[in-house]
């Protein structure tokens, strides 16, 4: 009965979509993305590199934690692939997301809409979770809803008993200029050895 229910509901989604014009992406990015991985951001928009770490961190210090979740950020139509009919509509969009991942994810789903949240948790009530993501406001911008989407997280894990601690990330600055020193650091190792090996076999002569 719950997978025929599943299916019948992907199959009503899906006609509903049928008279809205296809996005330039295929299928449903997000639901493909987050079959492996924790959190989906969207392909065009402008997301500063550390928001997009802080989040992640968060996401994953709550599952390290014992709070399951996924998170897929919605910028715009784009991000729904050929399901656009969903656009701005959170809520909806959550259930058909959980039903796609259900295979193979069945826990927490949160999605972040400029407009608002979606949650869905097979086989479980949502309203708690509604009633807290209301009081959540999703600020303007691509800044406001990685934010928000953070933010929400925190609460959600925290209502739950679970204190989500992220641990910090480096910026892209500090990474790569960690990964310059460890390359220039490799390449005078190699020069070291070779100029070692060099110097030995011509002892040996």
């Known amino acids: 009965m719950r997978i025929a229910a599943s299916v019948a509901f992907v199959v009503a989604v899906l006609a509903a979509c049928a ?6 992406a295929d299928g449903d990015p997000a639901s ?28 994953t210090a709550a599952n390290r934690a014992g709070y399951s979740i996924r998170v897929a950020v919605i910028w715009s139509s784009y991000d729904l692939g050929a399901i656009t009919g969903l656009w701005r509509k959170p809520r909806t969009y959550a259930r058909f997301l959980s039903a796609e991942l259900e295979y193979v ?3 927490r789903l949160l999605v972040v809409m400029p ?3 979606g949650f869905n948790r097979p086989k479980h009530t949502v309203a708690a979770e509604y009633a807290l993501l209301a009081k959540i406001p999703v600020r303007p911008g691509s800044v406001g809803l990685l934010d928000a989407a953070g933010t929400a997280v925190q609460r959600l894990a925290a209502a739950s008993g679970v204190k989500v601690v992220p641990v910090p990330v480096a910026s892209p600055s500090n ?3 960690r990964d310059r020193t460890i390359i220039i650091l490799g390449a005078i190792a190699a020069i070291a050895l070779a100029t070692l090996l060099r110097l030995a076999l011509r002892r040996r002569r």
């Open 115 to 117: 407009n608002g949240f």
């Open 175 to 177: 990474r790569n200029s």
């Open 32 to 59: 493909d993305y987050l079959l492996t991985q924790q959190v989906f951001f969207p392909f065009d928009a402008k997301f500063p590199a550390e928001k997009q770490q802080q989040l992640a961190a968060v996401v």
């Open 105 to 107: 994810y069945k826990e």
């Open 19 to 24: 008279v809205v014009p296809s996005a330039h």
